[in-house]
């Protein structure tokens, strides 16, 4: 019996793809709307960092497995994470171009991250799986609704549907590391509490530092188009709220979203 729960017909494995986004982050890539824009470039400030993490902590339990399986796919989600960190540092270098203090931002996550790999090994682990949840999540509603994603340049629609991919194949990977070498229910519930405050908060903060550079950090306009977007219609936050708090049920397993007819429609979206 395996304990992997990646279930029959997805693999996790990394795809050596590569974007040169150097163009579109010279301008508003999300229809020329900066909220939309600055939301996106937000998300992506957050990965490469947090992304090595997410290895790291799994690499902690690494040898505790022995179910070939999900030894197999420990090693295809280290591999997927680190392209996406890949690509995500050179998304961020070249945000640089519109003159955005990159360098600084980089900095204030970095030394949470710091102090997030000091923690002990279980808490690592716990906080990855929280944030595996996000970005399934977030994951799934964007290879749900397209439409999110109109107006932005084909190269940007690519990139984000490629990582959306990789992230809904290896949901559930360090989840089930953490269930079968750490547990403790209790303890992922609380540490999700953690993750949920720090993913918003440094979203939030980029996306403030991002607008304002723009010269659209007081704009009524931008703002009430930004909260119309996340909380509105379409609503991307409002939409994906029921799945966040799925989390805090007893018996939580990132598969009871069964998603898999969704990703194979992408997958070959992704092959055009």
């Known amino acids: 019996m395996t304990i992997s729960s990646t279930p029959d017909g997805v693999a ?10 150097r163009d579109e982050l010279k301008t508003l890539w999300h229809g020329n709307d900066a909220f939309r824009t600055a939301f996106f470039n937000a998300l992506s400030l957050q990965f490469p960092d947090g992304e090595q993490q997410f290895i790291n902590a799994v690499r902690l339990y690494r040898d505790q497995i022995t179910d070939p399986k999900l030894k197999e796919e420990i090693k295809g989600f280290i591999g997927q994470e680190a392209l996406h960190s ?4 050179d998304y961020n270098e070249a945000l640089k171009a519109r003159g955005y203090d990159i360098d600084a931002l980089d900095a204030r996550f970095r030394k949470h991250m710091d102090w997030v790999g000091r923690l002990p090994p279980s808490r690592q682990l716990a906080g990855t799986c929280g944030a595996e949840h996000y970005t399934a999540v977030l994951a799934n509603a964007i290879l749900s609704h397209p439409e999110w994603m109109e107006g932005a340049t084909p190269t940007m629609q690519r ?5 959306a991919i990789e ?5 559930s990977v360090a989840f089930d590391v953490y269930r079968a070498c750490v547990g403790n229910e209790r303890l992922r519930r609380i540490v999700f509490l953690f993750v949920t405050w720090n993913f918003f908060k440094y979203t939030f903060i980029n996306t403030c530092s991002l607008l304002k550079t723009d010269g659209k950090l007081w704009s009524l306009k931008t703002w009430l188009g930004g909260l ?9 936050l409002r939409k994906c709220l029921p799945e966040f708090l799925a989390y805090f049920r007893k018996g939580f397993h990132p598969w009871q979203q069964d998603n898999r007819r969704l990703l194979e429609h992408n997958l070959k979206e992704l092959e055009v």
């Open 167 to 171: 992230e809904t194949e290896h949901k």
């Open 228 to 236: 119309n977007f996340l909380w509105g219609k379409p609503g991307v």
């Open 159 to 163: 990139l984000w549907r490629w990582h």
């Open 12 to 21: 996790v494995k990394p795809r050596h793809l590569r974007f040169d986004v």
């Open 86 to 89: 890949r690509e995500h540092k």
